[in-house]
C-alpha cells in the first residue's frame, strides 16, 4: 500500500509540474519508471504538447520496447502533430505486440483517413470495434471516412452510434451533420454543425 500511495503522491505531482509548465522536473520525477512515463507522455497530450509528449513515450520505449501502450501512445500524439506516416509505423508495432489493442487500430484508422486512404482506415476501425463494440471513436473516424467515400446514410448510422455511447461527442455530431448536408438535408445537418460547435467551439 505504502508503494502505492507514493506512486500515487508521484502521479499528482508529475500533474501540477505539467500544469505549472516545469517539464524539465516532472521528467526528472518520473525517471525511469515506465507507468509514471506514461502518465507524464499523457499529461503532456491533453496539454497540446504533443512534440515532448511523443519524445516521452521514446523515452520509455528506450526502457521498454515490447510496451504496446507506449507504441500505440506515440502513434496517437504523432496523429496530432499530423505526422500520419510514423503515426501508422508506431501504431502497426503496437497490435504487432498486441493484436487486440483497439487504440492502436483506432489510431492507425486516424491517420489513414488523414492520408485520404479511406478503404484502408475503415478496415482499422472494424478490428477496432471487433475488439471493443463500444469504442466511440472507432465508430466516429468509419463515419469520417465513409463521409469522403461520399457513403452518406452509412456514415449517419456509424456517427450515431458514437453518440449514444458519447452524447457529448463533438466530432461525431460534426460529421454527422457534413453527411446529412451532403444528403440535401439541410436544417437536419445544420442543427448537427451547430451542436458540435456548442459542445466544442474551436472544432476546425
Given at each position: 500500500?505504502?508503494?502505492?500511495?507514493?506512486?500515487?503522491?508521484?502521479?499528482?505531482?508529475?500533474?501540477?509540474?505539467?500544469?505549472?509548465?516545469?517539464?524539465?522536473?516532472?521528467?526528472?520525477?518520473?525517471?525511469?519508471?515506465?507507468?509514471?512515463?506514461?502518465?507524464?507522455?499523457?499529461?503532456?497530450?491533453?496539454?497540446?504538447?504533443?512534440?515532448?509528449?511523443?519524445?516521452t513515450?521514446d523515452?520509455?520505449?528506450?526502457?521498454?520496447?515490447?510496451?504496446?501502450?507506449?507504441?500505440?501512445?506515440?502513434?496517437?500524439?504523432?496523429?496530432?502533430?499530423?505526422?500520419?506516416?510514423?503515426?501508422?509505423?508506431?501504431?502497426?508495432?503496437?497490435?504487432?505486440?498486441?493484436?487486440?489493442?483497439?487504440?492502436?487500430?483506432?489510431?492507425?484508422?486516424?491517420?489513414?483517413?488523414?492520408?485520404?486512404?479511406?478503404?484502408?482506415?475503415?478496415?482499422?476501425?472494424?478490428?477496432?470495434?471487433?475488439?471493443?463494440?463500444?469504442?466511440a471513436?472507432?465508430?466516429n473516424?468509419?463515419?469520417?471516412?465513409?463521409?469522403?467515400?461520399?457513403?452518406?446514410?452509412?456514415?449517419?448510422?456509424?456517427?450515431?452510434?458514437?453518440?449514444?455511447?458519447?452524447?457529448?461527442?463533438?466530432?461525431?455530431?460534426?460529421?454527422?451533420?457534413?453527411?446529412?448536408?451532403?444528403?440535401?438535408?439541410?436544417?437536419?445537418?445544420?442543427?448537427?454543425?451547430?451542436?458540435?460547435?456548442?459542445?466544442?467551439?474551436?472544432?476546425?
Amino acid at each position: 500500500m505504502a508503494k502505492k500511495e507514493r506512486k500515487g503522491r508521484k502521479t499528482k505531482k508529475l500533474s501540477k509540474l505539467v500544469a505549472a509548465g516545469k517539464i524539465a522536473r516532472a521528467l526528472d520525477i518520473a525517471d525511469n519508471d515506465v507507468a509514471l512515463l506514461l502518465e507524464l507522455g499523457a499529461l503532456l497530450g491533453k496539454k497540446g504538447n504533443h512534440e515532448l509528449a511523443a519524445k516521452t513515450f521514446d523515452r520509455l520505449l528506450r526502457i521498454n520496447p515490447e510496451s504496446a501502450e507506449a507504441w500505440n501512445s506515440k502513434g496517437a500524439a504523432l496523429v496530432n502533430l499530423q505526422k500520419y506516416d510514423e503515426a501508422i509505423k508506431c501504431c502497426q508495432q503496437a497490435t504487432k505486440i498486441d493484436p487486440n489493442c483497439a487504440e492502436a487500430w483506432n489510431n492507425r484508422g486516424a491517420a489513414l483517413v488523414n492520408l485520404a486512404k479511406y478503404d484502408e482506415a475503415i478496415k482499422c476501425c472494424d478490428r477496432a470495434i471487433k475488439i471493443n463494440a463500444d469504442y466511440a471513436k472507432a465508430w466516429n473516424n468509419k463515419g469520417a471516412a465513409l463521409v469522403n467515400l461520399q457513403k452518406y446514410d452509412q456514415a449517419i448510422k456509424c456517427c450515431d452510434r458514437a453518440i449514444r455511447i458519447e452524447a457529448q461527442y463533438a466530432e461525431a455530431w460534426f460529421n454527422k451533420g457534413a453527411a446529412l448536408l451532403s444528403l440535401g438535408k439541410y436544417d437536419e445537418g445544420q442543427k448537427c454543425c451547430d451542436h458540435a460547435l456548442k459542445l466544442s467551439p474551436n472544432l476546425p
